[in-house]
């Protein structure tokens, strides 16, 4: 019996004995006579000249589905889970596969059936219906879809997300589009798949190669972003890319002979790529898109490259515009030291003027507060010769006051002063009271006083309560 599982390899003509089919295999056995049964295990079977197979196990989850091609002709969808036992007396073929995934709604499938693929949808199980939902968008009668010799077949589009698995009579149609190539060229069939996407931001890239006015030549790799608006228009189109990709040669032919070498090496070459990214220069290209159900929204050139010869001119045209840039780069930067020097200089005569200006108001400034300081201090020492001398003039004051004071007395006794001070016992008598007044001090009057040793003196005048002191030589 063993441990592993025997498949449809196993074939063994047992003569007299038995076998043992365990939980999990089936075999087929055919007598003496040619008569055949079945068996799924477990089960122990005895035999006499008897030929036994083991039959292939196929399965199928509840996202795929058992195509079994009965050898009476019949074909049969098995939907999972399920499990079948490929039996070679009963069938010609078992092969089990996925059902379609639609993930969003952008996604959609095409599908084809007969007039009988009803009726086989209708005996799909109920809880196989459910899994698997269908949407029937259009149904209509296609010449572009799978013939089924000579029936009418009807197109119905499914759209996600949701999990198609075909019931009999259906055939998904699948699509062989027009696309680059591993190199980057663009050939046909290079795009076979069956789910066709609608979403709205479609790119197609490819490089056009466009010969200029003057058979020069260059290549731009461009960026088309298009939507589709018309999935009838689509589906009746075998390979849109292809009539698109026609189009958009031909525009580049029609590009070409408007346009020169040397516009593409001199300043106009923004002009040619501002001309290469505007729809207006591919009207051939917006028509077999709008045929194919399509529309071209934007356009974007992501590349530009010129052939050997075109390149060497504009390498050489570069490099000339790069040395004159360098030369007028070095001119600009020494005339921006030049004016920088200029400045830095006007900056120091500035500041050498602003020194000078400040220093000579500084000085100015001293010299105002040095003048200022010496009327201070003149006027100090006026106002204090003026209080000495005030002082000096009320002390002779009261010396005189004393002195007058002397004589009006005298004179209010009604003496001679002129006898008395002749005398020398007036003399000396004054002598102590007169020169204690300033005005009358006895040596300076007698040094200014005195000629020729003439002794001068003093005659008193009264007159009233005043007195007047003169002096007389003797």
């Not at 195509?67 to 049969?76: A, F």
């Not at 045209?317 to 920088?340: D, M, P, T, Y």
């Amino acid at each position: 019996m063993g441990i592993e599982f025997r498949s449809g390899g196993y074939v063994r003509h047992v003569l007299m004995g038995g076998r043992t089919i365990k939980d999990g295999e089936a075999a087929a056995i055919w007598n003496v006579n040619g008569v055949h049964k079945q068996i799924i295990g477990p089960r122990r079977v005895y035999m006499y000249n008897s030929t036994i197979r083991f039959l292939t196990r196929h399965k199928a989850e509840s996202h795929q589905y058992i195509r079994i091609s009965h050898r009476d002709g019949r074909v049969e969808h098995k939907y999972g889970p399920a499990v079948l036992y490929q039996n070679p007396a009963l069938h010609d073929s078992v092969s089990v596969h996925d059902g379609i995934r639609l993930l969003s709604e952008n996604e959609c499938i095409v599908v084809y059936n007969d007039s009988k693929s009803s009726a086989d949808r209708n005996s799909v199980p109920k809880e196989v219906e459910i899994a698997t939902p269908i949407e029937e968008i259009a149904d209509t009668e296609s010449e572009s879809g799978p013939k089924c010799h000579g029936e009418k077949q009807r197109r119905k589009v499914i759209k996600g997300p949701t999990l198609f698995l075909p019931a009999l009579g259906e055939t998904v149609r699948e699509f062989e589009w027009s696309g680059r190539d591993s190199d980057g060229a663009f050939a046909q069939s290079q795009n076979i798949f069956k789910i066709l996407k609608t979403d709205p931001n479609r790119v197609l890239s490819l490089s056009l190669s466009i010969t200029t006015a003057d058979s020069a030549q260059f290549t731009a790799n461009m960026s088309f972003q298009y939507h589709m608006n018309s999935l009838d228009k689509c589906l009746d189109s075998m390979d849109p890319m292809q009539k698109m990709y026609d189009g958009m040669l031909a525009d580049a032919r029609s590009f070409g002979d408007t346009v020169t070498s040397d516009q593409l090496r001199a300043g106009e070459q923004v002009a040619v790529m501002d001309r290469l990214v505007s729809l207006e220069t591919y009207p051939l290209l917006c028509l077999a898109a709008k045929a194919a159900g399509f529309v071209i929204d934007s356009a974007r050139l992501t590349g530009l490259s010129y052939c050997a010869t075109l390149q060497r001119q504009a390498n050489d045209e570069q490099h000339n515009a790069a040395r004159l840039r360098s030369e007028l780069a070095g001119k600009k930067q020494r005339r921006e030291i030049l004016e920088l020097e200029a400045e830095e200089r006007r900056l120091k005569i500035e500041q050498d003027a602003e020194l000078e200006q400040r220093q000579a108001e500084i000085r100015a400034k001293l010299e105002e507060e040095s003048h200022e300081l010496k009327e201070a201090a003149l006027e100090r020492k006026l106002a204090l010769n003026k209080r000495e001398i005030e002082a000096k003039r009320e002390a002779m004051k009261g010396e005189d006051a004393a002195t007058i004071q002397f004589l009006t007395a005298l004179h209010n006794l009604g003496v001679d002063m002129t006898a008395f001070m002749c005398t020398a016992g007036g003399m000396k008598v004054a002598s102590s009271v007169l020169s204690q007044a300033a005005s009358l001090q006895k040596g300076k009057c007698k040094e200014e006083h005195t000629i020729k040793g003439e002794i001068n003196v003093p005659k008193i005048k009264a007159e009233g309560n005043s007195v007047d002191i003169a002096w007389s030589s003797t």
